[in-house]
């Protein structure tokens, strides 16, 4: 018997935890894909190799990527800024990230033959990033279906996606059901060894925690996880 | 005064370097951009280094990509064919390499400030790659038009694809018109000194040259590059 395969985007975060947990629920074996791409907060790689062992994946591949840069996030333009409502992209948007990390779980898919690759992008409790969009997803699913050979031979590798709908508190709920390792993750952008719970990423956590009415696992410096203990 | 920029995805090969050629008539400031995936015809790297210091790149960035294969070009799936005509994908395929490319390239592009993507694919003279064909660059360029921050904004990068619709013997006599370097162009998948003159890229390079009615300006291996001295 051959199991269907799946390659599964896995930064360590949140997210794409339980979106591995989701392609483990489907009974797909799973070949996890991470990134360091020179990210602040790389401890998110430690947690992502913790994780994939956790999932008995099949292989867990970990890519340098050269030459990704224009970030706040990987150093190069200025500091993280705190969480902040705001209209525009925030200076954490690293150009293209979601289509270089697409791009190559695309390659090593069609390499070991996968159906399905699993990325935890979501778009209703998001950082307003473009690649986080039903649209972005729709779109790189045509340049599956027309620049790869499994593609225009009628059977393109799906993009799964089954975060992208979903608030945050819905996410976190759907974690605890699978139970999911979330005190293995970590979301925070400064990568410490307690999150700061106050970059974008960490209080869209916290907010998804209390929405879920679950307790988040993690350490947070002081008290600033707020809420936490409801 | 500003230039405009332009990002040239540049193989050191026959169509990247007229490829390159056409932006320069056009006037854009080039920042070349290269891969090592582990091809065996490394020697386009150096070819590439040549052509970007010929045309006053403004850097020329070779980027090394991990976890590429699943190819006869990278050496994992067996030697690399002659030439034959037939309906299916070649095992040269490697498997999402131009979305790689490209994806690496509006990375490089969306930091630098790049109003287009130059790349050198052809639909015509081919050898079979979905990922050379008019729909993919479409598909692609709609990724980049909802996934990207600049596209989003309503400026999305463009990518330009000068070869797409012409046959090899018009890219060459585009080439010569554009002055374009063909001496330091190198396509031979086996990379030698001197090109086999046998396998798919020899083959359409050597009919090219035929077609044009121009004499190869490179050195083949014997008198295989048929038809040369014409």
Same mark, same amino acid.
């Given at each position: 018997?051959?199991?269907?395969?799946?390659?599964? =985007?896995?930064? /360590?975060?949140?997210?794409?935890?339980?979106?591995?947990?989701?392609?483990?629920?489907?009974? %797909?074996?799973?070949?996890? =894909?991470?990134?360091?791409?020179?990210?602040?907060?790389?401890?998110? =790689?430690?947690?992502?190799?913790?994780?994939?062992?956790? %999932?008995? *994946?099949?292989?867990?591949?970990?890519?340098?990527?050269? #030459?990704? #840069?224009?970030?706040?996030?990987? #150093?190069?333009?200025?500091?993280?800024?705190?969480?902040?409502?705001?209209?525009?992209?925030?200076?954490? %948007?690293?150009?293209?990230?979601?289509?270089?990390?697409?791009?190559?779980?695309?390659?090593?898919?069609? !390499?070991?033959?996968?159906?399905?690759?699993?990325?935890?992008?979501?778009?209703?409790?998001?950082?307003?990033?473009?690649?986080?969009?039903?649209?972005?997803?729709?779109?790189?699913?045509?340049?599956?279906?027309?620049?790869?050979?499994?593609?225009?031979? #009628?059977?393109?590798?799906?993009?799964?996606?089954?975060?992208?709908?979903?608030? +945050?508190?819905?996410?976190?709920? =759907?974690?605890?059901?699978? +139970? !999911?390792?979330?005190?293995?993750?970590?979301? &925070?952008?400064? /990568?410490?060894?307690?999150? &700061?719970?106050?970059?974008?990423? &960490?209080?869209?956590?916290?907010?998804?925690?209390?929405?879920?009415?679950?307790?988040?696992?993690?350490?947070?410096?002081? *008290?600033?996880?707020?809420?936490?203990?409801?």
């Amino acid at each position: 018997m051959t199991s269907k395969k799946a390659v599964v =985007l896995l930064s /360590g975060g949140l997210d794409s935890t339980i979106s591995l947990s989701v392609a483990y629920q489907e009974g %797909y074996l799973v070949y996890a =894909l991470s990134f360091d791409y020179g990210q602040k907060h790389r401890r998110e =790689l430690e947690n992502a190799s913790r994780i994939a062992s956790y %999932y008995y *994946c099949k292989e867990h591949r970990v890519i340098t990527l050269e #030459g990704v #840069g224009g970030s706040s996030l990987t #150093g190069d333009r200025g500091d993280i800024p705190p969480y902040e409502e705001r209209e525009e992209i925030p200076s954490t %948007y690293v150009p293209a990230r979601n289509i270089l990390f697409l791009s190559y779980a695309l390659g090593y898919g069609e !390499a070991v033959g996968a159906k399905a690759i699993f990325i935890g992008v979501n778009a209703v409790d998001y950082s307003g990033y473009p690649d986080c969009r039903p649209e972005f997803i729709d779109a790189f699913q045509q340049v599956i279906r027309v620049g790869t050979k499994a593609g225009v031979e #009628g059977r393109p590798i799906i993009i799964k996606a089954p975060l992208l709908n979903l608030t +945050k508190g819905e996410i976190i709920r =759907l974690g605890v059901k699978n +139970k !999911a390792p979330l005190h293995l993750t970590t979301s &925070c952008y400064h /990568g410490g060894d307690k999150a &700061c719970g106050r970059c974008d990423s &960490c209080v869209l956590r916290i907010k998804g925690f209390a929405e879920a009415g679950v307790k988040d696992p993690i350490p947070y410096q002081e *008290c600033q996880g707020g809420g936490l203990d409801n």
